[in-house]
């Protein structure tokens, strides 16, 4: 099954929710330690199978979500959700794996506006802002004339 990637675009995002009498409820799930996090499917066929493995209990549905509504409901009735879980497989939950699918929410609102910074751009300016090495500074002792072609010199046959 081919995934579509995350966009802005007018495509719907697929939420779990239930709906107790008042404004539906979207599916928490714990993350790694303990926090919940907020699973949102790329595809309807995504979000079915986790639903149909995870089950929560009845009530729950599959709801198509465009990107104001996720917006509204990560500005308001998930405000306390500190990340999303984009695509989760059912099993990641259990096995703690949660976070090689998830982002900080965010950053997760940042991209939803189109407004987010690539994340190489995020972890070269992490690295300069602490004056560390990043993935553009060279690193002694690599490959033989390495440093002088950092500097721009040849390197002698």
Do not use: K
Request: a positive charge; aromatic letters at 8%.
């Amino acid at each position: 099954m081919q995934r579509m990637p995350f966009s802005s675009s007018s495509t719907p995002y697929w939420v779990i929710s239930r709906s107790g009498g008042g404004p539906p409820e979207p599916l928490l799930i714990p993350g790694a330690r303990g926090e919940p996090v907020l699973p949102v499917f790329s595809d309807e066929a995504t979000a079915r199978e986790f639903l149909r493995s995870v089950h929560p209990g009845g009530g729950w549905w599959l709801r198509p979500t465009g990107v104001g509504e996720l917006l509204s409901l990560l500005s308001g009735a998930c405000s306390g959700v500190r990340s999303v879980a984009l695509d989760a497989a059912p099993e990641m939950a259990a096995e703690g794996t949660l976070g090689l699918v998830s982002m900080g929410r965010e950053r997760f609102l940042d991209h939803l506006l189109g407004r987010g910074r690539s994340w190489f751009d995020e972890v070269y300016a992490r690295g300069r802002r602490r004056g560390g090495l990043t993935a553009l500074t060279p690193l002694r002792g690599q490959a033989p004339g390495y440093e002088g072609a950092a500097r721009g010199e040849q390197r002698a046959a």
